[in-house]
């Protein structure tokens, strides 16, 4: 009934598309993550006028679906072909992988920037404040007080944005992106056998979102000694 | 006996916090009427009032957390800058504030422990952040400082394993490392469940018998009649009665102070 053969065949086609499975997804959200926190911090401190533009944006990227924003740059840029050859950065919007990073980091920023924005909101007036008493103000203030205590408080969050963007790299596959997803639909195109390649490819997002989830766990678990009760012993040494 | 209400500035005597009409409006509401008052080194200054009086509003205006809508504060005889804008004045210099802050540490009510950081990590952070001081020699100093306030043991807890006194004895510490010319208090028993509230006092007792500068805001009035050299009782916005504890526990000396102390017994 299964034919195990098989699915080792299917593990071993989908398994080269994995570098670019994590390409698509640490280049976005490295360049969402430094994004959104610019934007959440903007958003909490930038003023009216620099605030709503930041809330304008999330509402437009969170309104739309990420497969329309990926065409839009991959197909949709190109009629404006002259003016980024103009600019010189036709050379990013001709790659498809230049445009899934695009896409990706885009939408990723959006809703990472509300992550980065609850966290802020969260940090309790009393700590800034006792920073500002003994002389802290500025990037300082930032650095020692502010941004420690909400990236803690924002983590969790975030690591529920890495996950979703993990699988978000499949839809990269629809621009001619081989990595896992498109290599499961062109081993289908060739064998008619969907189930089983979905299956595995399945698998593999759910093997890595499960050592994802594991290592923020464990980071998680490191910056919080704060909130674990009280060691009620010595460390045992048995 | 020293008579404190002379130690206005006469140009021999400079004070450590020196603030004159000093007033702010919330709105259209005038919360502090033209506070002016002066404390000098070694000088334990306790401001006592009702709810709404103005005290806490009057102690967060010296470090510039509340801005005041009008006067002066001069801290080691450096007045803090003021210019106007169109919100009102603000303070000309964020350097400036930083430098004067550093200079006037504050306990507060509700302790504000950074819960990031172990106690220790709380006490060495102005000195080795701000003021830049080798990190080894904070270390030292926060120890020493630690086992001041009674909390040695405690060094490496973060604030939510605290108890409450504890933790406020940690805020004391992490004020005092910063080589403070004066200590704001602001209501610093006020959250504290009543068992607590001693142990708390002990240390500022102790603090005020090493002669350093304090200012005080306080519900504890027994507490202000025993450590403070000046009182100053605000009502409604104003100094409504100042003087020595004895001048102003005297029969006779202020009714409104005297009605303020049997209604607060």
Redesign the interface.
């Known amino acids: 009934m299964i034919d195990f053969a098989f699915l080792a065949e299917a593990f071993r086609t989908l398994v080269p598309g994995l570098p670019l499975t994590f390409q698509l997804a640490s280049l976005s959200l490295a360049l969402g993550a430094v994004l959104s926190v610019l934007f959440g911090v903007f958003a909490t401190i930038g003023g009216t006028v620099v605030s709503r533009v930041v809330a304008f944006y999330v509402f437009c990227i969170r309104g739309t679906p990420l497969l329309v924003q990926i065409f839009i740059v991959y197909y949709g840029m190109g009629q404006f072909r002259p003016f980024l050859q103009d600019w010189g950065v036709w050379l990013i919007f001709r790659e498809p992988f230049w445009c899934a990073i695009i896409a990706l980091t885009v939408n990723t920023a959006a809703y990472g920037s509300e992550i980065v924005r609850g966290g802020l909101k969260s940090v309790?007036a009393?700590?800034i404040?006792?920073?500002?008493?003994?002389?802290?103000?500025?990037m300082?203030l930032y650095r020692?007080?502010i941004l420690?205590?909400a990236f803690?408080q924002a983590l969790p969050g975030y690591s529920n944005e890495i996950v979703l963007m993990i699988k978000a790299t499949s839809l990269a596959s629809i621009i001619t992106m081989m990595e896992v997803t498109g290599l499961a639909a062109k081993l289908i195109s060739e064998t008619f056998r969907a189930f089983e390649v979905f299956i595995v490819a399945g698998g593999i997002y759910l093997v890595i979102n499960f050592l994802i989830a594991q290592a923020i766990g464990r980071i998680e678990y490191w910056?919080s000694?704060?909130?674990r009760d009280?060691p009620t012993a010595e460390p045992n040494n048995a | 006996m020293r008579d404190n209400r002379q130690a206005e500035p006469s140009g021999k005597a400079r004070p450590v916090i020196s603030i004159s009409d000093l007033r702010k409006k919330f709105g259209g509401l005038e919360v502090l009427k033209g506070i002016s008052l002066a404390a000098n080194q070694g000088e334990v200054i306790t401001i006592l009032g009702s709810s709404g009086s103005g005290k806490s509003t009057m102690l967060r205006c010296v470090?510039m957390?509340e801005v005041p809508t009008s006067g002066t504060i001069a801290i080691d005889g450096e007045v803090i800058e003021m210019r106007s804008t169109r919100q009102g004045i603000q303070p000309a210099s964020?350097k400036q504030?930083?430098?004067i802050?550093?200079k006037a540490?504050?306990v507060?009510q509700?302790?504000?422990?950074?819960?990031?950081?172990t106690v220790l990590e709380n006490v060495i952070?102005?000195p080795v952040?701000?003021?830049k001081r080798p990190r080894q020699e904070c270390i030292a100093e926060a120890e020493m400082l630690l086992a001041k306030v009674g909390l040695s043991a405690k060094k490496e807890?973060?604030?939510?394993?605290l108890s409450g006194g504890q933790q406020q004895r940690a805020?004391i510490a992490?004020?005092l490392a910063?080589k403070p010319s004066v200590l704001l208090f602001d209501e610093p028993t006020s959250a504290l469940d009543p068992e607590l509230v001693g142990e708390v006092l002990k240390v500022m007792r102790e603090l005020a018998d090493e002669g350093r500068t304090m200012l005080i805001v306080t519900h504890e009035i027994a507490f202000a009649r025993e450590v403070s050299n000046r009182i100053v009782f605000l009502d409604g916005g104003r100094i409504e009665a100042s003087g020595t504890p004895a001048e102003l526990f005297a029969a006779g000396a202020n009714e409104r102070f005297s009605r303020f102390v049997s209604r607060s017994n």
């Open positions: 309790p009393g700590q404040e006792a920073a500002k008493a003994c002389g802290m103000s500025g300082l020692r007080i420690p205590i803690r910056l000694p704060h909130l009280m | 470090n957390l964020r504030v930083d430098r802050r550093s540490a504050m507060f509700s302790f504000n422990l950074w819960s990031h950081m952070e102005a952040h701000v003021q807890s973060y604030p939510r394993h805020a992490r004020a910063q």
